[in-house]
């Protein structure tokens, strides 16, 4: 009987043992471009659920996805830069439902040493970055919606300006200079290795950059230009095969899931609705990205309840 009691207790210990383990992290792929908010949305609820381990891994978005959809790595919640790249390539094999949380805005970033910034406006930025003398670097159009979002910029800015092919030799300067995420363009900027980035707004504020507004015809920041926006497109590698997806213009709209075989599901939807309470978009807000209000779906009966309620209170608050 006591060996038994003991058996028993130690079965118990160990399963209580694995339980706690596979419930006390909450593994996040996300965007470079959410790293501080994230961060800070991290410590924050880590510190409000003592014992819960949030594990943020940053990669550009496309990246983000391959390591679900291809290498199977573990993973709780994805958080895009692109809606697309969720509907596209995790919905519905890897997730029943995304929802869009937040916007942005491209800008071109630079320093007090960029070479030509005191004379850069949103009227000749372009003939700025064609001198031979300026140095540029873009994301990865392969790896990062900032990089085709960039590319996308350069082709509204043909149509906007009226010059012909200035696409094509803005897209054909500088390549050496194209690196996979955020955060490495920022790295170069820094460094003053380049003069200039093609950048989300928020990371220009998050890392103290100066920054020139570009107009909202080719920005990508206002859906009110969602037409002028959609006459652009290109294709982009979506696996490692080398297979390609297109990718149209549309104003930036992140999104985010909660993955079906999330180890850690119920600590995901927690987390997430911590992120689209009004407290987790005020993170956003000061790191100069913008929630997108209402948060929005395209799948809306399958929506946990714990979050489909904040859809609701945005859409009854508009």
Known sequence: MRRLLILIIGCTIT??????????????????????????????????????RVLLEPAGSLVCARKITELKKPCDIIASADYFVIDELIVPEYSAWSIRFATNEMVL??????????????????????????IYARADPDADPGGYRTLFTFKLAEKYYGINGLADKLSGKNENFIRPKEVDLVALLESNAVDYIFIYRSVAIQHGFKYLELPPEINLA???????????????????????????????????????SAVNKSGAIGFVAFLLSDEGMEFFRKNGQSPIIPFTTEQPELIPEQLLQFLKSHQLDN
Request: with cysteine; charged share 20%; hydrophobic share 30%.
């Open 222 to 260: 206002d859906p009110g230009y969602n037409d002028t926006y959609r006459t652009v497109s290109l294709e982009v590698t979506s696996g490692s095969a080398g297979s390609k997806m297109k990718v149209t213009g549309e104003y930036i709209n992140y999104s985010l899931s909660v993955l079906d």
């Open 109 to 134: 970033a630079f320093s007090e040493k960029s070479l030509e910034s005191g004379q850069l406006t949103s009227d000749n930025w372009y003939e700025v970055l064609s001198s031979d003398d300026v």
């Open 15 to 52: 399963l209580s043992g694995c339980r706690n383990t596979g419930n006390s992290e909450i593994i996040i792929f996300h965007a470079g471009s959410l790293s501080v908010p994230f961060k800070q949305m991290a410590d924050e609820y880590e510190k409000r659920n003592p014992g819960i």
